[in-house]
């Protein structure tokens, strides 16, 4: 096979804002009928899309598609012969939000299942405090020879699900129609009340207002952003911008 535009094919792909939202609908499409072994990716792709529209900053995206990241086979029990042992790890830890792979040191504090997947508990010397840790999103681990430093915490009780409100989050404040329901028991909300016609409005605790702002996009008329208004503003522009170029390419 001979190849004449390798150095084309070399640079990432530059999408025009058309491009970028027919192939957001595409990815929607195709993440429910996704095998497991390739959701995370059409994951990782859907929201780096979904940034650059929410950001609304530019009229071109750069692409760049990410490839799976094999995780460490048998890394919880190491993490767990690791904390018998009193012995700290060294971590290379992906970071979807970011797409990004970080090293850090940690101190294994203890190694749990919620959900349906193992997480790591665990002082990370890198954050300089204490972090939770998909176990299934570690692609390299190391149990060192150094030993644990004493942190005098206990392990989490992870009973109640895994969401822990940070200090600087921003409340917000969304309805939910009522095919929209689900959205309460599969998101981490803090508060919920019955609205008008069976919808249920949910008070989250948000840390990246992107977040919120792309949730809205994804599920349109499900969700609707009350509070805060500079949100509630913000969620509305960018919906009329995206039926505008709707408009303009239909």
């Given at each position: 096979?001979?190849?004449?535009?390798?150095?084309?094919?070399?640079?990432?792909?530059?999408?025009?804002?058309?491009?970028?939202?027919?192939?957001?609908?595409?990815?929607?499409?195709?993440?429910?009928?996704?095998?497991?072994?390739?959701?995370?990716?059409?994951?990782?792709?859907?929201?780096?899309?979904?940034?650059?529209?929410?950001?609304?900053s530019?009229?071109?995206?750069?692409?760049?598609?990410?490839?799976?990241?094999?995780?460490?086979?048998?890394?919880?029990?190491?993490?767990?012969?690791?904390?018998?042992?009193n012995?700290?790890?060294?971590?290379?830890?992906?970071?979807?939000?970011?797409?990004?792979t970080?090293?850090?040191?940690?101190?294994?504090?203890?190694?749990?299942?919620?959900?349906?997947?193992?997480?790591?508990?665990?002082?990370?010397?890198?954050?300089?405090?204490?972090?939770?840790?998909?176990?299934?999103?570690?692609?390299?681990?190391?149990?060192?020879?150094?030993?644990?430093?004493?942190?005098?915490?206990?392990?989490?009780?992870?009973?109640?699900?895994?969401?822990?409100?940070?200090?600087?989050?921003?409340?917000?404040?969304?309805?939910?129609?009522?095919?929209?329901?689900?959205?309460?028991?599969?998101?981490?909300?803090?508060?919920?009340?019955?609205?008008?016609?069976?919808?249920?409005?949910?008070?989250?605790?948000?840390?990246?207002?992107?977040?919120?702002?792309?949730?809205?996009?994804?599920?349109?008329?499900?969700?609707?952003?009350?509070?805060?208004?500079?949100?509630?503003?913000?969620?509305?522009?960018?919906?009329?911008?995206?039926?505008?170029?709707?408009?303009?390419?239909?």
């Open positions: 096979m001979r190849v004449d535009n390798a150095d084309f094919l070399a640079r990432p792909l530059r999408l025009g804002s058309n491009e970028a939202s027919a192939l957001i609908v595409a990815l929607h499409a195709l993440l429910d009928s996704s095998p497991a072994g390739s959701r995370d990716v059409v994951e990782r792709t859907l929201a780096k899309l979904e940034d650059a529209a929410a950001a609304g530019t009229p071109l995206v750069d692409v760049h598609l990410p490839r799976p990241r094999p995780a460490v086979e048998g890394a919880a029990k190491a993490l767990a012969d690791a904390i018998a042992d012995r700290q790890a060294r971590l290379d830890y992906y970071v979807p939000t970011r797409d990004e970080t090293q850090r040191v940690v101190d294994p504090i203890a190694v749990t299942r919620s959900q349906g997947r193992d997480y790591l508990d665990a002082w990370c010397h890198l954050a300089e405090d204490r972090r939770l840790f998909r176990v299934d999103r570690i692609t390299g681990l190391e149990v060192l020879e150094s030993p644990r430093v004493a942190h005098d915490l206990q392990p989490r009780d992870l009973s109640e699900g895994l969401f822990e409100p940070g200090p600087e989050d921003l409340q917000a404040r969304v309805r939910l129609s009522p095919e929209m329901r689900w959205f309460a028991e599969y998101y981490p909300v803090l508060t919920t009340r019955e609205g008008a016609d069976g919808c249920l409005e949910a008070t989250l605790a948000v840390s990246d207002e992107r977040w919120l702002l792309r949730l809205a996009l994804r599920f349109g008329p499900g969700l609707t952003v009350l509070e805060p208004a500079e949100l509630r503003d913000r969620v509305a522009d960018v919906a009329r911008d995206a039926l505008r170029l709707h408009g303009a390419t239909a």
